[in-house]
């Protein structure tokens, strides 16, 4: 299975993310939303201390939640001066009144080499998750 492909998009970044289960969706759409930002091959073969974040947060539909993962992601990638680019563990379940996950993340300080685009936010437009024959798929619009 693929985990992300992106597609044309007139002014923006939009992808769709795929995943066997919520938590490898989650991880995939991180993925695929860090390979925008940052060269991810050389991030990941860059040495140097790891920084380990955690995020959690609750949602009353999977939309909304996905929204908040990658946004959250961002605002602390940003506030901290790092490059997020991988999940070590994502935990995605569903409540009585909606849905949480709690992630443990990969990060790197920012490096002006590995840069590519600027990331202002995660577009509500067009966010959709949805269940497929071989697990789950989301389309997100990132503005750039």
Do not use: C
Not at 56 to 83: C, H, M, N, R
Not at 130 to 139: E, I, L, P, W
């Amino acid at each position: 299975m693929r985990r992300y492909i992106y597609k044309n998009h007139t002014a923006d970044v939009e992808f769709v993310a795929y995943g066997r289960t919520l938590p490898e969706l989650f991880s995939n759409a991180l993925l695929a939303m860090s390979g925008v930002n940052a060269d991810t091959d050389v991030l990941s073969k860059t040495a140097g201390k790891k920084i380990r974040l955690k995020v959690k947060d609750k949602a009353p539909s999977i939309e909304t939640l996905l929204w908040y993962f990658l946004q959250d992601i961002l605002s602390l990638s940003d506030a901290k001066g790092v490059y997020t680019y991988m999940a070590e563990e994502v935990d995605v379940r569903k409540r009585t009144s909606g849905f949480s996950f709690e992630a443990s993340l990969i990060s790197r300080h920012k490096y002006p080499e590995v840069s590519k685009l600027d990331i202002k936010g995660v577009s509500r437009y067009a966010l959709s998750v949805s269940k497929t024959s071989n697990g789950f798929k989301a389309n997100v619009v990132l503005d750039v």
